[in-house]
Structures are given as structure tokens and as C-alpha cells.
């Protein structure tokens, strides 16, 4: 999918209340839960041991809610980016919800939806932008979080 682009404040206020996406699949190894885990250290059975994962309440591990969370910042650029601006920060997250647990092995994709911009003042704006990560499957979203970012136009 081609991600929205926006050049300008006024590109994005314009835009609230637009849907984007959804991204491209991608599915979730093993490899990537365990990584997650070392760089994380948290190394709880249910995301790293497989065969014990097996007999709980998932019937296999499952990502940390936190890698959840990780895969926004993977999907964002996908879903919508600003071009021409001075800078922009990453200001964090007004809400977060992990709805369904992700397992092993299943693809997800992200979609968005641009709820509100702030004026900051001197060409620079707040936007808060809902992305939810979707697992194929899985009637509920695996994370939901409402992101805020600053860019300086």
C-alpha cells in the first residue's frame, strides 16, 4: 500500500477523521518474540517456551503486549508520513489497549485513522493518529494505540 503523504499543517487537519491503510502483512516469528524478550528482558514462559506455551490458555506463545505496541512505530511510516517539514518527534501515546493476544506464527497488518490536530503555533502541530494492529483471524484488534506526534513545518 502507498502511504498517505502530507506536506503541510493545513494537508493534515484537513485530513481528520480519514482512514488509512490497511499496510501490507507481515507475520510474526519466533525469532522476533524472542528478540523482543532479550532486548526487553522479559523472558515470561508464555511468549519464550513454546512447549510449556503449548499447554496455556493460548495453545502457543504469544507476543509481549509491548511487541504490539513496537509494531505501530513499524507500520506508522507505512500508513502516513510528512515530507517538507523542518522535524518531527515522536511525543507518545494518549491511550494504548491490547484487545486479543497475538500468537505465534500470525500475520498482522495496521490501519489508521487521524483523529485531531493541534496547532502549536509557529508552523508546528500535534497529530494524534489512532493505529490498530490487526491479526488475520482474530475478531479483535491486537493493539490499539492512539499516537501523538509533533511536527515542525
Not at 502457543?60 to 517538507?84: C, M
Not at 486479543?100 to 493518529?129: F, M, N, S
Request: glycine letters at 10%; charged letters at 20%.
Amino acid at each position: 500500500m502507498t502511504a498517505a503523504v502530507f506536506h503541510s499543517a493545513a494537508e493534515y487537519q484537513a485530513a481528520v477523521g480519514r482512514s488509512i491503510g490497511p499496510t501490507d502483512w507481515l507475520t510474526i516469528e519466533q525469532d522476533r518474540i524472542d528478540k523482543f524478550a532479550e532486548a526487553t528482558g522479559d523472558h515470561q514462559w508464555i511468549h519464550v517456551d513454546p512447549v510449556r506455551a503449548a499447554q496455556g490458555p493460548f495453545g502457543a506463545t504469544i507476543a509481549h503486549g509491548y511487541l504490539s505496541l513496537a509494531l505501530v512505530n513499524y507500520f506508522l511510516p507505512d500508513l502516513a508520513r510528512a515530507e517538507g517539514m523542518k522535524h518531527g518527534v515522536n511525543y507518545g501515546c494518549d491511550r494504548v489497549r491490547f484487545p486479543a493476544a497475538l500468537k505465534v506464527g500470525t500475520r498482522v497488518r495496521a490501519r489508521a485513522e487521524i483523529l485531531g490536530v493541534e496547532d502549536l503555533g509557529g508552523g508546528a502541530v500535534q497529530v494524534k493518529i489512532r493505529v490498530s494492529i490487526e491479526a488475520e483471524g482474530v475478531d479483535r484488534p491486537v493493539c490499539v494505540a492512539d499516537t501523538l506526534s509533533r511536527l515542525y513545518f
